[in-house]
Every structure is written in C-alpha cells, then in structure tokens.
C-alpha cells in the first residue's frame, strides 16, 4: 500500500509538474506577446513622432507662406500707390494737353485774322496797281 501511495503521488506530482511547465509556457507566451506589442508601440511612437515632425515642417512652410504673402500684399499696396501717383500725373498731363489745345486754339484764330489781314492787304494792293 506504501508502494501504491508512493506511485500515485509521484503521479500527481508529475502532474504538478506538467501543469507548472503549462503555466510558464503559456507565461513565456504572454511575455513574447508582450514583448512584441511594446515593440508595435513603439513603432508607432515612432511613426506618431515622424507625423508631428512633418506637421511641424508644414506649419513652417505654412508660416513662410504666410510671410510671403504679406510681403506680395506690402508690393502690391506699393504698386497701388505707384499707379495712384501715375493716375494723378496723368490727369496732371490731361489738363496741360488742354490747356494746349485751348492755346493751340487761339493761335489758330490769330492765325486766321493775320490771314484775313493779309487777304484784305492783299485786296487793297490790287486795288492800289
């Protein structure tokens, strides 16, 4: 019976043993399972990484565009000025070119007398003859 109780608890212990071998293979599992998930995030730490680097440099490029833009807008205020003072020479101009043609004009009526004149000289030279 000594015997038989020996047999039947090497038995059990042995199925102790089987059970504990389980136990760390399935935790060994866990553990390479865990392993492997830290490793995927840190992959994506490192992936969320290169996405806030990228965003950065849009926002950079965002910035100097912005930049750009207000320097375009500072031009074309220049520019604007530019045409306003070119549009107040010129009505300058267009007052001058009448101012011209309104002397122009009376030149042309004291032309026109002097030839009238000389008509009437002219006449009265044939009358003289």
């Given at each position: 019976?000594?015997?038989?109780?020996?047999?039947?608890?090497?038995?059990?212990?042995?199925e102790?043993?089987?059970?504990?071998?389980?136990?760390?293979?399935?935790?060994?599992?866990?553990?390479?399972a865990?392993?492997?998930?830290?490793?995927?995030?840190?992959?994506?730490?490192?992936a969320?990484g290169?996405?806030?680097?990228a965003?950065?440099?849009?926002?950079?490029?965002?910035?100097?565009?912005?930049?750009?833009?207000?320097?375009?807008?500072?031009?074309?205020?220049?520019c604007?000025?530019?045409?306003?003072?070119?549009?107040?020479?010129?009505?300058?101009?267009?007052?001058?070119?009448?101012?011209?043609?309104?002397?122009?004009?009376?030149?042309?009526?004291?032309?026109?007398?002097?030839?009238?004149?000389?008509?009437?000289?002219?006449?009265?030279?044939?009358?003289?003859?």
């Amino acid at each position: 019976m000594c015997w038989e109780a020996a047999g039947e608890c090497w038995e059990a212990a042995g199925e102790c043993w089987e059970a504990a071998r389980e136990c760390w293979e399935a935790a060994g599992e866990c553990w390479e399972a865990a392993g492997e998930c830290w490793e995927a995030a840190g992959e994506c730490w490192e992936a969320a990484g290169e996405c806030w680097e990228a965003a950065g440099e849009c926002w950079e490029a965002a910035g100097e565009c912005w930049e750009a833009a207000g320097e375009c807008w500072e031009a074309a205020g220049e520019c604007w000025e530019a045409a306003g003072e070119c549009w107040e020479a010129a009505g300058e101009c267009w007052e001058a070119a009448g101012e011209c043609w309104e002397a122009a004009g009376e030149c042309w009526e004291v032309a026109r007398e002097c030839w009238e004149a000389a008509g009437e000289c002219w006449e009265a030279a044939g009358e003289c003859i």
